[in-house]
């Protein structure tokens, strides 16, 4: 009924910048919180950064000064602006909502879902 598709990871040398991108589509009545995780290979998935509805945004301790999340509520769409990556951001990013379902015949919400994206990765050379 709804899904998240990530894009924008790639290959960057050290220092340089990515920007991801992550569209919600289907019957969605409306958004929550959206996040970044991410997971290096041999570690546990970690929050990257997460912003609410209203624009209030976190990002981990780890990425702070680096990283910047925003939203375009209007294109249901999470961004992730990465700069001065270092090769320990490598890893899959993934992209996770709280989404509400909309209602087929009225307009209310219907169900209540948490999402994740397929994942992309990005990988920072030395």
């Known amino acids: 009924q709804v899904q998240l598709v990530e894009s924008g990871g790639g290959l960057v040398q050290a220092g340089g910048s990515l920007k991801l991108s992550c569209a919600a589509s289907?019957?969605?009545?409306?958004?929550?919180?959206m996040r970044w995780y991410r997971q290096a290979p041999g570690k546990e998935r970690e929050l990257v950064a997460a912003?609410?509805?209203?624009?209030?945004?976190i990002v981990a301790d780890s990425v702070k000064g680096r990283f910047t999340i925003s939203r375009d509520n209007a294109k249901n769409t999470v961004y992730l602006q990465m700069n001065s990556l270092k090769p320990e951001d490598t890893a899959v990013y993934y992209c996770?909502?709280?989404?509400?379902?909309?209602?087929?015949?009225?307009?209310?919400?219907?169900?209540?879902?948490?999402?994740w994206g397929q994942g992309t990765l990005v990988t920072v050379s030395s």
């Open positions: 996770n909502a709280h989404i509400w379902v909309a209602h087929p015949v009225i307009v209310s919400p219907d169900k209540y879902l948490e999402v």
């Open positions: 289907g019957s969605i009545f409306s958004i929550d919180a």
């Open positions: 912003i609410t509805s209203g624009g209030r945004a």
